[in-house]
C-alpha cells in the first residue's frame, strides 16, 4: 500500500489479466472521410495547377486558349469590332461582382468536367445560360441605344443581340 496517497500496488483480480483499450476521439468513419477529403482535395489541387485554373482568375484572354477549343474563338475575337474595347470577361461575364464570380466558377467547373471527359462539341457551343448572361452584358454595355428594345416589363422578352449582330464579338462565326 502506497502510504502516501492511501492507495494500494495492486490492481483488483478482475483487471490483472484484461487488456487495455484505448478509447478513440474519432471513430472509424471520421477517419476514413478525411482521408478521403484530402484525397479530393490533392486531386482538385493538382487538376487547378495542371490546368493553369490561376489563369482563369485573370482578365487576360489568352487564358482561354489553355484549352485548344477555344483558339478559334480567340483568333475571330482577334479580327471583330469589339477586339479594341472588350475581353471575353466583358461579354461572356455578368457586370456585378457576384454575378461575375459565380458565372466564372459555374463555367470553370463545367468547363474542367467536359474538357476532362472530351464530352464537348467542336467547335464548343454557348449552352442557354451563358446566352442570357451574354445578352445582359450587350444591353448592359449598349443600354443608350437599346433602350427603346428593352421589353415593357421586367423578364419580357426581347430579339437576342447576336441574331442581328452575330460577328461583333466573334468575326466570322
Not at 55 to 66: A, G, K, R
Not at 144 to 165: E, I
Amino acid at each position: 500500500m502506497d502510504e502516501a496517497n492511501g492507495t494500494s500496488d495492486s490492481k483488483p483480480p478482475e483487471t490483472q489479466n484484461k487488456p487495455t483499450r484505448r478509447k478513440t476521439r474519432f471513430g472509424k468513419a471520421a477517419i476514413l472521410f478525411a482521408v478521403c477529403l484530402g484525397v479530393l482535395a490533392g486531386l482538385g489541387m493538382f487538376t487547378f495547377g495542371y490546368g493553369r485554373g490561376a489563369s482563369y482568375l485573370s482578365n487576360n484572354p489568352q487564358s482561354c486558349v489553355n484549352c485548344h477549343a477555344m483558339q478559334d474563338h480567340l483568333d475571330s475575337w482577334q479580327k471583330s469590332s469589339h477586339h479594341h474595347v472588350a475581353v471575353c470577361n466583358d461579354c461572356h461575364l455578368p457586370h456585378d461582382p457576384i454575378g461575375k464570380w459565380v458565372v466564372k466558377a459555374d463555367n470553370g467547373f463545367f468547363h474542367s468536367l467536359a474538357f476532362t471527359l472530351g464530352n464537348y462539341k467542336n467547335p464548343i457551343q454557348i449552352k442557354p445560360r451563358n446566352k442570357r448572361v451574354t445578352q445582359g452584358t450587350c444591353v448592359h454595355c449598349h443600354q443608350d441605344f437599346v433602350h427603346s428594345m428593352l421589353p415593357a416589363v421586367a423578364g419580357g422578352d426581347m430579339q437576342s443581340c447576336v441574331h442581328c449582330h452575330s460577328d461583333v464579338g466573334h468575326a466570322g462565326r
